[in-house]
């Protein structure tokens, strides 16, 4: 009698281990950055035109503290325009799920700001209110806010009925059903939507301090772009893809503190 082997069910499963999950993406890179090397040396193209990767390593580290320094004010108006974003977003995502006139009433307004093209309102920010923080913050804002409340109010949509059903029979107000049943079965949605939105932060910033700021990462870029240091602008351009991937990492750490019942 031959035995015959079964493929273990999905749950008997074994999950692949933290490193194992980040292995494929880290070879991937590390194939697209030793091809990027050869072709560079091989070619012989003109370091303006393209640098190799160590150049680019090496040139950043010699220019760090320049790039240190145009890193702080990102740091900076990406953090406030964050959190002005998350702040209107959860008053709005709230609001909107309470009221059914304002759900209809906002909603268009909120997808026909996402229509308008972030090229042209920068400028225009830049313009009314200056060379300051605000400005910045509100493109930073404006691009953002929306994923947030979208998740969250569709998060806010898909609640456990039968969980609502049995407050309601108990006498529980909406308020009640909000605070022990929406909200936190809306958490997975507004997770999701966080992961998304703090990716697009980081880029708004850029963006605006590149069509006007005193310092930042887009100023930095535009500098050394004019003086076609195009080594020191795609070190500028690491410098934002790592702090993307910091503050996207850090939504994992605030939702195991904040909803540790969320498994992924």
Not at 136 to 158: C, D, M, Q, Y
Not at 178 to 191: E, K, N, Q, T
């Amino acid at each position: 009698m031959t035995a015959t082997l079964e493929r273990p069910p999905a749950a008997a499963r074994p999950v692949p281990r933290r490193p194992a999950r980040w292995a494929p993406p880290v070879v991937v890179i590390a194939l697209l950055l030793v091809g990027w090397q050869l072709g560079v040396t091989l070619s012989g193209v003109a370091p303006q035109v393209l640098p190799s990767p160590l150049r680019v390593v090496e040139q950043g580290w010699a220019n760090r503290a320049a790039l240190w320094t145009n890193t702080l004010p990102t740091l900076q108006v990406t953090a406030v325009g964050f959190a002005l974003s998350l702040a209107v977003g959860w008053v709005l995502a709230t609001a909107v799920d309470f009221s059914p006139w304002l759900r209809r009433a906002l909603l268009p307004l909120m997808i026909a700001s996402q229509t308008l093209p972030i090229i042209a309102i920068a400028p225009l920010m830049i313009l009314w209110f200056g060379f300051g923080l605000l400005p910045k913050v509100l493109v930073i804002a404006l691009v953002t806010f929306f994923p947030i409340v979208v998740g969250l109010v569709e998060g806010f949509a898909r609640t456990d009925r039968e969980a609502s059903n049995l407050l309601r029979s108990m006498g529980a107000s909406r308020w009640t059903e909000f605070r022990y049943v929406r909200l936190p079965g809306a958490l997975p949605s507004f997770f999701t939507a966080l992961r998304i939105g703090i990716t697009y932060a980081v880029t708004g910033a850029i963006f605006a301090e590149y069509v006007g700021a005193q310092a930042g990462l887009g100023i930095f870029m535009n500098q050394q772009k004019n003086s076609f240091r195009t080594d020191l602008v795609l070190a500028a351009v690491g410098v934002s893809a790592v702090i993307t991937l910091a503050l996207f990492a850090l939504t994992f750490l605030v939702q195991r503190l904040v909803a540790p019942w969320i498994r992924r």
